[in-house]
């Protein structure tokens, strides 16, 4: 299996060429050459397999330059009773006989990025070893990717992760799960700012390319290859877990933002999985259902991004979602370089009258969104009459599920957080606290390791400096 660009700039790569690094050097993104087909024997036999066991086998077709015993093996570590608190790994809450919950958040940080984080981590360990190679991570977050990144680095050989957070902006359980951590190779600055100055000094950093290339920053970002392709190993699962037989199909509805867990529905589907339905939804940052809606992408300013209570989606662009337009226009590089020439300016395409944009149906995808009124809505409506407890971001893939929602199909609704994360607006919803799951009750309470820094790159750069000895 090699990788190619979605701009059609890069020579073939490997899986593990790729696997550390980001945008592909036109600024494409890395996909498949193509995508491997799962056949009715095969499909079959994957039923009775084990996540651990199912994971090896979906990744393997993926990535051919890790020894078939060795990702056996980092598959087994990974997805283990003891990281994701459950022995099924997903299990799914049937609310009512069609209508079902896919739990992706028993990982360590409660959401559903620690599905492919905790197998980036052991992966970057892996490969990094067998190199004698080291890895600086300097990323920043406004929340989940930042502690799933930590959680899943912790403590690994030959990595340090520095993690820009603005101070004071996420919430309390999610400031105390990445503070908490007290592993010598994790580093969390607080920056006097908000996110946007967050992002700033990380591309001020990985702009002094002597500086990048000394301490060897590297990223952990939504677009990594690698975290697409451990997100397919669940839909399989949740499909096995709904139907009793290849012959039916299934729908999911997915909370997007950055268009990682739903491009991971859509090779899942290109691979041969019966998926009737792939139904995205967006808060009320909606750019993506305007264009699954009308054919229009159009780039938000990040001046126009509303601060929303499902804010893991509040999103001004979507930056996988390059990945899917390049297979909507039959893998033509020069239309995707053309159209991208437009997004990475700040303009706009609009697909709409073309015949791409009448492939759109064909791949299965519909789209919604949600506002706030409907998040309370949905969480109250769940809660009262399944005794379920949802999230903000789940409840907006619960409500454009359920308008998305078709007879005699199965509909799973992907759960991308716990309720836990977002206590205000269940507390708003519900007029109760959420449940702490155990092993959680203490988390606000324990002593916090961070540096607080002003929003300036060369700081930022001497502090890393200063710590890595480089
Ligand atoms: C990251 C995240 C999302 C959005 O997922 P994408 O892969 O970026 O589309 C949704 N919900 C939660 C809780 C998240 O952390």
Redesign the pocket.
């Known amino acids: 299996m090699r990788y190619v660009s979605t701009r059609g700039g890069m020579a073939p790569q490997t899986f593990t060429q790729i696997l550390l690094g980001g945008l592909c050097p036109d600024g494409g993104l890395a996909m498949p050459e193509s995508y491997p087909r799962v056949g009715a024997a095969e499909l079959a036999a994957w039923r009775s397999l084990s996540y651990a066991e199912l994971a090896f086998e979906v990744l393997r077709k993926f990535c051919d330059d890790i020894a078939a015993a060795d990702l056996k093996a980092l598959c087994a570590k990974t997805y283990t009773r003891a990281v994701f608190r459950t022995e099924a790994i997903t299990p799914v809450k049937t609310l009512e006989p069609g209508l079902h919950i896919l739990e992706l958040?028993n990982g360590p940080t409660l959401?559903?990025?620690d599905m492919a984080m905790q197998l980036l981590g052991n992966l970057f360990e892996y490969v990094l070893e067998k190199r004698g190679d080291s890895i600086n991570i300097l990323g920043a977050t406004s929340?989940?990717?930042g502690s799933?990144a930590e959680y899943a680095l912790r403590g690994k050989r030959g990595v340090n992760v520095f993690m820009l957070s603005p101070q004071d902006k996420m919430s309390p359980f999610q400031t105390a799960q990445m503070f908490s951590l007290q592993d010598a190779n994790i580093f969390n600055i607080a920056v006097r700012g908000v996110f946007d100055d967050c992002q700033d000094i990380v591309k001020a950093v990985n702009n002094d390319a002597a500086f990048k290339a000394r301490q060897r920053i590297g990223a952990v970002n939504?677009i990594n290859w690698a975290r697409v392709a451990a997100?397919i190993v669940y839909y399989f699962r949740g499909y096995f877990a709904v139907t009793k037989s290849n012959d039916e199909q299934a729908a999911f509805a997915?909370?997007?933002?950055?268009?990682?867990?739903?491009?991971?529905g859509h090779i899942a589907r290109m691979m041969g999985l019966p998926v009737a339905r792939l139904i995205l939804a967006t808060n009320e940052n909606d750019v993506?259902d305007e264009f699954f809606r009308s054919g229009r992408y159009r780039v938000r300013p990040s001046s126009q991004v509303a601060q929303t209570s499902?804010p893991?989606?509040d999103?001004s662009k979507?930056?996988?979602f390059e990945r899917f337009v390049y297979d909507l226009v039959g893998g033509d590089t020069a239309v995707v370089k053309q159209l991208w020439s437009k997004v990475d300016t700040g303009g706009e395409f609009n697909l709409a009258g073309t015949p791409y944009f009448a492939n759109v149906k064909e791949y299965g995808f519909v789209s919604g969104s949600s506002t706030h009124a409907d998040r309370l809505a949905t969480i109250r409506r769940v809660y009262k009459d399944y005794g379920v407890m949802i999230?903000?971001?789940?409840a907006?893939?619960v409500k454009v599920g359920l308008e998305h929602r078709q007879p005699g199909i199965p509909l799973v609704c992907?759960e991308?957080?716990l309720p836990v994360?977002f206590a205000a607006t269940i507390r708003e919803a519900l007029g109760r606290d959420p449940d702490y799951p155990p092993g959680c009750e203490n988390l606000e309470s324990l002593p916090q390791r961070f540096e607080v820094m002003d929003a300036d790159a060369g700081a930022v750069k001497d502090y890393i400096a200063r710590q890595t000895g480089l």
């Open positions: 958040s959401a559903f990025k929340g989940d990717t799933s939504s997100q997915v909370p997007s933002g950055n268009f990682g867990n739903i491009c991971a993506l499902s893991s989606m999103i979507a930056s996988n999230d903000t971001h789940t907006d893939g992907m991308t957080a994360k």
